[in-house]
């Protein structure tokens, strides 16, 4: 049982505040759905009861996953490439930070973190222990299913409590884990980890809301943290909404459009036939005077089947319908959702490729603009990551901490040539500054090819070195260096035309091929 449920700003209260709004069937319900879409498992139509399994089997064909190109297209160009630091600044950044960025494996994490937050609008981060095989804190991305937090409301950009549930097989348990601020019990106080199990049986209990009964605290596995944060790091997507929340609708309408045009073009593999000015009955003087006829055993669709029509009947057949005006409804839709999403129109439909170039440079920038905006909201919560990670290694500067940049490649994807002619331009830009803005390379890549230039640049001033002082002192109106007919021929000038004398005008720069 959870004894302090019910009194304010205890662990028993932040428990039953985060639960409750965790199990929040309306916010799962939302969740789920942006799920949905982004995984290709939009909502099916209603129809066909009697043959439900074949219809949504149809139906499931008709689905199309924009929703996860939308969310694709954006995260691709959030490339978090190192780290700026009060130990080094410079425009490479801090090679022990990256180094624990890549060691923590944050450079695949950090892009599941991001589509996450893209898709259902929130993604959570917890920094973990460290782990002295990898040399750096358990850095894990959590599913905001089972993961929420609450903000400081001194302090919005980080959270005053967190909590996580998991169900734990090996023990038949749910296991809470419930983060608090060590600013919630003192000023300057450490971080506490509070830990609640209840039973269950072979899968996670019901999300239905917080009952004291069904908890109880679980002291060997809480503890105290080493420092006074809130490992747990929220990441929120602009107005709080996922990049197609506003356009569930729209996607919608694009998937109906293709569900009709299947139907028609499947409709029209059986086409329909009627007959006009059949009798109803059997006319006189047939066995079976009378009675009503039943056509559909002497109308058989065989192909070997003769039918014998009476006089004046007339035989029916449907035309096939033209699928073009579908079509051109659906070319339509897709370009109002790359419009309304401004995602390049070539990444939806091939026929993009066909738009003007100054068309397809405008939907590349409005992409960029996007892409700036996310990274400028997701800048302060990977510095939050980082500061966690230090701080779960060992005690660790505040301040320092606090003036941690995040270095971000480039959202702009040029082609070389494009590179190559803004490189030319931009001579009065450093070299470090021109390999990371305009060639967009990495911190890493940049500190490797800085060396190697260095490299090149005293080889070339050696061998410069050498050569002056192998070659002989130059005669009076002679090019240094330069050997004469005379030292070829030991002393003696070879006759002209020969191997080594003069060259006559015009014989080209053969002058020292047959030395």
């Known amino acids: 049982m959870i004894p302090d449920a019910n009194r304010p700003y205890t662990p028993g209260w932040y428990f039953k505040t985060l639960f409750n709004e965790l199990t929040d069937l309306k916010r799962r319900q939302r969740l789920q759905l942006l799920r949905d879409y982004r995984e290709g498992k939009a909502p099916l139509p209603q129809g066909a009861e009697n043959a439900r399994e074949a219809y949504e089997a149809f139906c499931r064909m008709a689905r199309t996953n924009f929703a996860d190109l939308i969310v694709s297209a954006l995260a691709e160009r959030m490339e978090l490439t190192g780290f700026r630091s009060a130990a080094d600044a ?56 089972y993961t929420i937090g ?116 499947v409709m029209q593999a059986f086409r329909q036939r009627a007959i006009e000015g059949l009798p109803t009955v059997y006319p006189k003087g047939h066995p079976q005077e009378g009675q009503t006829i039943d056509y559909g055993n002497v109308f058989v669709a065989d192909p070997a089947a003769v039918w014998h029509l009476p006089p004046g009947v007339k035989m029916w057949e449907s035309g096939q319908v033209d699928l073009r005006p579908i079509l051109e409804a659906v070319a339509a839709d897709v ?13 939806m439909a091939p026929a993009g490729d066909n738009q003007s170039a100054e068309g397809a440079n405008l939907q590349r920038e409005g992409l960029t603009f996007r892409a700036k905006n996310r990274i400028k909201r997701t800048s302060p919560a990977w510095v939050d990551v980082v500061a966690l990670m230090q701080l779960q290694s060992g005690p ?120």
């Open 90 to 145: 410079d425009a490479t950044g801090d090679p022990e930070l990256a180094g624990l960025w890549r060691r923590a494996g944050l450079d695949i994490t950090s892009g599941d973190v991001h589509k996450r937050m893209l898709s259902e609008s929130e993604g959570y981060v917890i920094v973990g222990a460290y782990d002295p095989d990898i040399d750096a804190a358990v850095v894990t991305e959590e599913d905001p299913l």
């Open 150 to 265: 609450m903000p400081d409301p001194d302090n919005p950009r980080r959270l005053i409590a967190g909590l996580k549930i998991k169900h734990d097989i090996a023990e038949d348990v749910d296991r809470v884990y419930l983060y608090l601020a060590g600013k919630i019990f003192a000023p300057g106080a450490q971080a506490q980890l509070w830990v609640a199990t209840r039973r269950t049986y072979g899968q996670l209990g019901p999300m239905t809301g917080f009952h004291d009964q069904d908890w109880s605290w679980e002291p060997a596995r809480s503890g105290v943290l080493p420092h006074g944060r809130v490992p747990m790091v929220r990441f929120l997507n602009a107005d709080g909404l996922g990049e197609y929340e506003q356009h569930l609708d729209l996607l919608d309408r694009i998937n109906h459009q293709i569900l009709q045009r299947m139907t028609v073009a």
């Open 335 to 347: 370009q109002h959702l790359a419009s309304v999403t401004r995602t390049p129109l070539h990444l």
């Open 396 to 515: 660790a500067d505040v301040r320092a901490l606090s003036r941690i940049e995040p270095i971000w490649a480039s959202p702009e994807l040029l082609s070389l040539s494009e590179r190559g002619d803004a490189s030319s331009k931009a001579q009065d830009i450093p070299w470090e500054s021109r390999m990371s803005l305009i060639w967009g390379f990495d911190p890493a890549t940049i500190d490797r090819m800085k060396t190697e230039r260095l490299d090149d640049m005293l080889l070339q001033q050696q061998l410069a070195q050498v050569l002056a002082s192998a070659a002989p002192a130059a005669a009076p109106g002679q090019q240094a260096g330069l050997p004469t007919a005379a030292n070829q021929r030991g002393g003696q000038a070879p006759p002209p035309g020969q191997a080594g004398g003069p060259v006559p005008v015009g014989a080209g720069r053969e002058v020292n091929s047959a030395g």
